[in-house]
């Protein structure tokens, strides 16, 4: 079935370094994914996405990998900030709108 | 440009009762799909909405119950409440047209339930 899952629940950095978060999934036929960031208080908030025929995709200061072979992802933030510090989840469409959530990631960032 | 509004931002209730969630999409947006997220998990799907019909549904039950008007707002219902359904439930918009070429979702700041 649909499952989506992160590595380590907690992870803490010093500001500047690079953060990689990491994720996991199950299902072989996922095509899509989706990084979001939830800050407290607030709802998930798209932060890069990739689908299964690309390996990598970069945006501003984060990258996602994709391997499907092993099927895992991950999010790379480069020099990391305080204002980075948040849950970060994995999401994985199978059906458009209908999104399958890991349990997130909570990411510290040490000033 | 209004994001997605939800509201209350927060509700108390006690078991037994009944509650109504409220959302008003992204504009441009027409179609909105709702979340339950328990403290420390991640949102679970439950259901959504597009030309005012429950186009898809998670592994919720018969209790969660929805609604989406002309103008593409959306409500929540849950009868019948228990202490589990105690959590942050989320909006989520997106546009249908899209569905296949933009798939990520604009999500409301949510309403916390609490059941006592």
């Known amino acids: 079935g649909e499952s989506v899952g992160l590595h380590l629940p907690t992870l803490s950095v010093q500001e500047g370094d690079n953060s990689i978060i990491n994720c996991a999934y199950s299902n072989s036929a996922s095509d899509y994914f989706i990084w979001y960031k939830q800050e407290s208080g607030k709802g998930p908030q798209f932060i890069i996405d990739?689908?299964?025929?690309?390996d990598k995709r970069q945006g501003q200061r984060v990258t996602v990998l994709l391997n499907k072979t092993v099927k895992h992802l991950s999010l790379q933030i480069a020099a990391t900030q305080p204002g980075d510090s948040a849950v970060y989840f994995c999401?994985?469409?199978?059906?458009?709108?209908?999104?399958?959530f890991g349990d997130g990631t909570t990411l510290t960032v040490k000033p | 440009d209004a994001g997605v509004t939800q509201s209350p931002t927060h509700l108390i209730k006690t078991r037994g009762q009944q509650v109504t969630l409220r959302c008003s999409p992204k504009s441009g947006h027409d179609t909105v799909s709702w979340y339950q997220q328990a403290l420390g998990q991640g949102p679970q799907f439950i259901f959504q909405y597009y030309e005012e019909e429950e186009r898809q549904r998670g592994n919720f039950p018969d209790r969660f119950s929805g609604h989406q008007f002309p103008n593409y707002s959306s409500e929540l219902n849950v009868n019948a409440l228990l202490l589990g359904d105690s959590a942050l439930y989320l909006c989520a918009s997106s546009s249908y047209r899209d569905r296949r070429t933009n798939e990520k979702l604009f999500f409301g700041s949510g309403t916390q339930l609490s059941v006592l």
């Open positions: 990739i689908r299964s025929n690309m």
């Open positions: 999401a994985e469409n199978m059906d458009a709108g209908k999104s399958t």
